[in-house]
Structure formats: C-alpha cells, structure tokens
C-alpha cells in the first residue's frame, strides 16, 4: 500500500472561516453522494442500500466518509483520528482529502487576486464544496449510476490529469476564451493559470505548489488498492489497475477493495 507515502509538498493551511463553517463544509463533503443524487436528481436513497447499485452507492458514500475524516484531522486538529486513518483501509484516500484541500488552498489565493471571485461572493470554503460535487457527478456518470458506465481505470485518469497538469504548466503558451459556463474545477484551474500569467511570484509558489500536489495525489491513487467500479446491466463490475483488457471482474467472483 502506497498511498500514504506521498505527502503534499504544500503546507496544511486552516481556512480562517470559523470552525462552525469548516465544520459544515466538510459535513457536505462527507454526504456529498445523497446529495448530489437528491438535489441533482431528485431522488432520496435508500439508507439500506439495497442490490447492486446499492452497493456501489454504498461505496461511495465510503470514500466520501473516509475523506472527511481525513480533513478533520487535517483541518480540526482531531489527531485520535490519525489510528483509524493510518492503519486500515481508510489510508487509501489519504490523497482524495489532499486534493481536496489543494482545492481550498488554490482558491484561497485566486480569491485574494481576482476581482471576479469577490463580486461573485464565491468563498474559498464554497469553492472547494463545488468542486467535491464535480468530481462526485464524475464518479456517479462513470460508474454508470446516472449515464451510460464509462470503463475509465486508475492508470487512465493518472495519464489524463499529467497530460492536464503538464499543459497548465507553462501559462504564457495558454490561450484563454470567453464562456458563459465553465465547471468549478476547470475555472479555478484557468484562473490560477491567467493569473500565473501575469504574476511570477503567484506563479513559483501557489500555483506550482497545487500543480505538483494534484500530479502526486493522482499518482498515490493510481498506486493505491483502490478499484474502478461500474454497474452494467445492473451487475458490478471491478477494474484493477486501469483498464483490465482480461476483462472486467464482477462482484460475484469476489470482490476487492
């Protein structure tokens, strides 16, 4: 188990919101999957949850747990949680909370500079949340739970965000458009890099700091136990490590963490 090798190179900042506020945000976070589903979809889930897309939504409620566990040792100072975390499987998402507060950490600093962010009234806190529910709706259409199931393994992801990360490298040779909407992640990535641009200092410290902290989380992930899950034709089915060209394993045959 490698996950919990990797630490982030940039320091573990509390957000100056009170506690109480913290508090509520990684709460969303740690329910982000019910949700998501109840307020995008109109749907309440079924606490038991039932069948094999009970599974998978158990799954993920998991993981999300696991990360708010992991930023409330991080951000509360709750160190009796470090144990749990360490020692079992939970050491896995280790780097999902990272990313997490990559997130928060980024957009602390893009909404000291950027005039738009403070007449949008788009808190740092708030930001974060926003971009947790984008990676959720992700998970949710690539497992097959709300489209069509995408079969996208951990190696597959890892060589798509080193593509993404590599490219946002070099500011000077990003061009930026106009649009009307962009998703949460992607405007605070292209807005960190606008202001890359123009500001050396932001450039050598914020930004490659949350560079090289999302490149390194992906890759701990990527090496982790961690499995891909869809649900076809209402059975799951589990990849290992990216795309399982033998053929994808279903919960049946036994199923992996």
């Known amino acids: 188990m490698k996950s919990h090798a990797y630490s982030t190179s940039m320091p573990i900042q509390k957000p100056s919101d009170s506690d ?15 949700h998501f589903i109840e307020y995008r979809h109109g749907i309440i889930l079924d606490f038991e949850c039932r069948g094999e897309d009970g599974f998978l939504l158990k799954k993920l409620r998991e993981a999300y747990r696991a990360k708010a566990l ?3 040792c991080f951000w509360l100072g709750k160190a009796e949680l470090r144990p749990e975390l360490t020692f079992t499987e939970k050491v896995c998402y280790k780097p999902l909370a990272q ?12 909404h000291h500079r950027f005039d738009w962010a403070k007449e949008q009234n788009l808190r740092p806190l708030e930001w974060m949340v926003l971009c947790e529910f984008q990676l959720c709706e992700t998970a949710f259409k690539n497992s097959g ?4 199931p995408t079969c996208v393994g951990k190696a597959q992801l890892y060589n798509r965000a080193l593509k993404r990360y590599k490219s946002l490298e070099d500011p000077e040779k990003l061009v930026f458009g106009v649009s009307d909407f962009r998703k949460p992640i992607e405007a605070l990535e292209e807005s960190a890099a606008f202001l ?9 410290s914020h930004y490659q700091d949350y560079l090289r902290v999302q490149k390194r989380c992906f890759k701990a992930v990527r090496d982790s136990h961690l499995k891909a899950m869809l649900l076809d034709n209402d059975s799951i089915k589990v990849l290992g490590r990216g795309v399982d060209t033998r053929g994808a394993k279903s919960r049946k045959k036994g199923f992996q963490k």
């Open 20 to 34: 109480l506020t913290v508090q509520q945000s990684i709460e969303i976070i740690k329910n982000i999957p019910d």
């Open 70 to 72: 992991w930023l409330e």
């Open 99 to 110: 990313m997490s507060m990559a997130f928060f950490q980024l957009a602390d600093e893009v």
């Open 145 to 148: 739970y709300t489209a069509e």
């Open 196 to 204: 890359a641009k123009e500001d050396i200092v932001f450039r050598n």
